[in-house]
């Protein structure tokens, strides 16, 4: 298995898709750029829909999961 690591500018410039596709692949690289990309506002989304952002942390890790 071969490892990317992907800059963070280029990992912006990155699809959702190809990410997804190479993180399924066995790429923690592509993972961590999803993770960075989307874990804010889910975290926000999350914590608003629950009214609980402690619990929020947890409903993330699992959707990461």
């Not at 066995?26 to 914590?47: H, K, M, W």
């Amino acid at each position: 298995m071969q490892l990317v690591n992907y800059p963070s500018k280029q990992s912006h410039e990155l699809s959702d898709q190809v990410l997804l596709a190479s993180s399924v692949a066995g790429d923690d690289s592509a993972f961590e750029c999803i993770v960075q990309r989307y874990q804010t506002p889910l975290y926000n989304f999350i914590g608003r829909s629950l009214g609980d952002y402690e619990q929020a942390f947890d409903v993330l890790q699992f959707v990461f999961m």
